[in-house]
C-alpha cells in the first residue's frame, strides 16, 4: 500500500516542493493550504498533467478544530497517516520593541501550535500502526536566532525543542521525529531581503550561494525512507552558522 502523507503549507515555497516530490515517490500526498487557493490548485493541476494525483485541503492550521477536519479528511479517505510534514509558517520582520500581542499569537499560532497540534491529531493512528514518520520544518534562526525576527526564531527554537522531546516519547512506537533547520532559502518568506544584501550574505556561506526548495524536499526524501534517524535537527544551510 502507498504512504500516505499530509504536508502543511503547501501551496508555495518549501511546502509546494516537498508535496510535489512526496507525490513523485508515489506516496498520497494531502496538500494543505490556508489563504493560497489559486497556488494550491495549480500545483494539483501541474502534477496531474503528469499522470499524478494529489489531494488539496484547505485547513488553518493554527486552529485545532481545523486541524482535525484535516486529519478526519485524510483518515476517511486513506485509513493511514504515515508522514506529517509540519511546515506552514510565516514571519515577522520587525524591531523587537515593536510587536504586539497580536505578532506574537499569529506567528508562535502559524508556526509552533500548529506543529504541536497536527502532531497530536495524527500519533494517535501512528501509535496503532507502530510507525510514523514526523518532520518539522524550522530554521537556522531556530538555533542562533535573528535579530528583527525575534518571534519568528522563538517559534522555530520551540519547534526544535518538540522535535527533541517527542523523539524520545515516541521513539518506543516507532515513530521517527526530526527537524530540518533551513538556511537563507530563495522563497517568498525572504523577498524583504534586498539583492544587495543577498550578496553579501551568500559571501558569508561557505558554498557561496543560496538554497532552493529542492534542496530541503531532498533532505525530507530521505529522512521518510530512513529508518534510524529520529530526535535530530538538520541544518540544510550552505554550511552557513
Known amino acids: 500500500m502507498p504512504k500516505v502523507a499530509i504536508v502543511t503549507g503547501a501551496s508555495r515555497g518549501i511546502g509546494r516542493e516537498i508535496a510535489k516530490n512526496l507525490a513523485v515517490k508515489g506516496i498520497k500526498v494531502i496538500a494543505n493550504y490556508n489563504k493560497s487557493e489559486e497556488n494550491a490548485k495549480k500545483l494539483k493541476e501541474t502534477l496531474k498533467n503528469e499522470g499524478i494525483e494529489i489531494d488539496i485541503f484547505k485547513a488553518d492550521v493554527s486552529r485545532r478544530e481545523e486541524c482535525k477536519e484535516l486529519v478526519k479528511y485524510t483518515l476517511k479517505k486513506y485509513n493511514n497517516i504515515d508522514i506529517l510534514i509540519n511546515n506552514a509558517g510565516i514571519s515577522e520582520y520587525k524591531l523587537f ?40 520544518i524550522s530554521s537556522i534562526w531556530g538555533q542562533v536566532g535573528a535579530s528583527l525576527e525575534v518571534i519568528y526564531s522563538v517559534s522555530k ?19 521517527r521525529v526530526n527537524s530540518i533547520a533551513p538556511g537563507i532559502i530563495d522563497t517568498d518568506m525572504n523577498k524583504h531581503i534586498s539583492e544587495i544584501e543577498l550578496k553579501e550574505l551568500e559571501k558569508d556561506i561557505p558554498l557561496e550561494k543560496i538554497g ?30
Not at 527554537?157 to 515513530?175: D, H, Q, W
Open 97 to 136: 520593541t515593536e510587536e504586539s500581542d497580536e505578532d506574537w499569537n499569529r506567528v508562535i499560532n502559524t508556526n509552533l501550535y500548529s506543529a504541536f497540534v497536527m502532531s497530536q491529531e495524527v500519533i494517535p493512528n501512528m501509535i496503532h500502526n507502530k510507525s510514523g514518520c514526523i518532520i518539522n
Open 157 to 175: 527554537a520551540g519547534m526544535n525543542g518538540l522535535t527533541k522531546a517527542l523523539a524520545k516519547e515516541l521513539g518506543p512506537s516507532n515513530i
Open 212 to 241: 532552493l526548495p529542492e534542496d530541503i524536499s531532498r533532505c525530507v526524501n530521505w529522512l521518510v525512507d530512513d529508518m534510524y534517524t529520529t530526535g535530530q535537527i538538520i541544518g540544510i544551510n550552505g554550511g552557513w552558522e
